[in-house]
Structure formats: C-alpha cells, structure tokens
C-alpha cells in the first residue's frame, strides 16, 4: 500500500471481527516495530501481543469497552522508563520513544488492511498490576488489532492553517 493511502486509511476502529491475524501481517507489523526510531537508539519498549484469553480478559477489566473484547488481540505497549534517554533537566522521555514505535505498528497493521484503536484511557498501575509489569517497566499504550466488523466514520479535520504553520 503506498504511504498516503496508508495513513490516510488508518483510523481508530471500535468494533472487530474474530478472524485471526495472519501469520505474515503479524511478522511484517513486528519488523515495523523493530525499525521505530527512538533517541540514541535506546528503543526503551517492548511490545506484548496477547491473544490469550485470559490475559485480554484482565485487560478489559481495567479498559471496559465491549469493543476491545471483539479483537482476537491485544496488543500492550511497554515502556522502561530507566533504560530511556533524558532530558537536558533530566526528564525520561519513554512516552515519546514508545508513542513513535505505537505509530509505526498502527500503521503497519493499517498497511495489512488491519484496525487498531490507541488506547491511553485507562489507569497505569492498574494495567501494570493485572499483566504484572514491574518498574522499571510501565503499561503506556493498548490497542486491540484486528479486522473492523463496520466501516470507519469519516473524521473532521481542522483547516490546515490552523495546524500547520510556514515560518520564513
């Protein structure tokens, strides 16, 4: 799928299919994660994908939308906020490494005729406590994957010149 049409075709779906994942979209979407860029190169993630039952499950329980329970996967977005590249001042700044690194498997799976949903809506620790991830590691993103049961709606759009400005 060519770039534009990829970005352009991704959308948050809320609503999947059971059908399972390809093996090869899974391995392709897998290789877009490994190339993310991160600062220094540090890739300060690791991303679970979870068709476990049980685990999606306690997952759900923490973010309880019907529509998450639809997908045959989640996936869970890790972050180690030690292992990451700081600030001048010192602030970790894992958030922004793993937010890249969720963009590039969105889009991945996006290019696999794929939906997803980003997902930060929910309560950390909690999240950590229920897949038992410890510190230095954090819970930061989920999203389920999966074939959308319906056709995404169409997003309004701020005017370009509200969000993009020319400085010469």
């Not at 220094?40 to 679970?48: A, D, I, T, Y």
């Amino acid at each position: 799928m060519e770039f534009y049409d990829v970005i352009n075709r991704r959308r948050s779906m809320r609503g999947y299919k059971s059908d399972p994942i390809p093996a090869e979209s899974l391995d392709r979407i897998a290789k877009a994660l490994q190339v993310a860029p991160s600062a220094c190169n540090l890739q300060p993630w690791k991303f679970l994908y979870i068709e476990n039952q049980d685990l999606c499950d306690k997952i759900c329980q923490v973010y309880s939308r019907e529509w998450l329970g639809q997908a045959p996967a989640i996936i869970v977005a890790l972050g180690n906020s030690e292992d990451c590249w700081r600030r001048i001042e010192g602030t970790p700044i894992v958030d922004i490494d793993v937010g890249i690194a969720m963009e590039h498997v969105v889009l991945a799976a996006a290019a696999e005729n794929l939906d997803t949903c980003w997902i930060c809506a929910y309560e950390i620790k909690k999240l950590n406590r229920v897949l038992e991830i410890n510190h230095p590691w954090s819970a930061l993103a989920i999203t389920p994957i999966g074939f959308g049961s319906k056709e995404p709606r169409e997003l309004d759009r701020k005017p370009i010149d509200e969000i993009f400005e020319v400085i010469k």
